[in-house]
């Protein structure tokens, strides 16, 4: 299995910058693809960026420009750098990720998520 550790939220004003972290442990080697997802008070969960485990990557047109999704194998670990945030941004993040186990695909369970707040 892999676990997810979701951390990095806070409090920023508009425009300013943060930086989440996902940071896996367990049967790291099987991960095939990763993402952060956002849910916003209301709003359903929604998929903010992807990266494959070759390096690819995809994010909602809201963010496009402005946000990065990368990995760092040698730390485990996955990032979001979110630049020129908007209030809009404002919601809980999590990670998540599809890996393989003996020839069948799982996604990871949902963590606590990291709270982004971005004031006006």
């Known amino acids: 299995q892999v676990q997810l550790v979701e951390s990095g939220g806070g409090l920023v004003q508009a425009g300013g910058s943060l930086r989440l972290s996902c940071a896996a442990s367990?049967?790291?080697?099987?991960?095939?693809?990763m993402g952060w997802y956002r849910q916003a008070p209301g709003k359903q969960r929604e998929l903010v960026a992807h990266i494959t485990s070759g390096g690819s990557t995809k994010y909602v047109d809201s963010v496009k420009g402005r946000f990065t999704i990368s990995r760092d194998s040698a730390k485990n670990t996955m990032y979001l750098q979110m630049n020129s945030l908007k209030p809009e941004d404002t919601a809980v993040y999590y990670c998540n990720a599809d890996y393989t186990v003996g020839g069948y695909y799982y996604n990871t369970d949902w963590g606590q998520g990291t709270q982004v707040t971005v004031s006006s």
């Open positions: 367990g049967s790291i080697f099987s991960i095939n693809a």
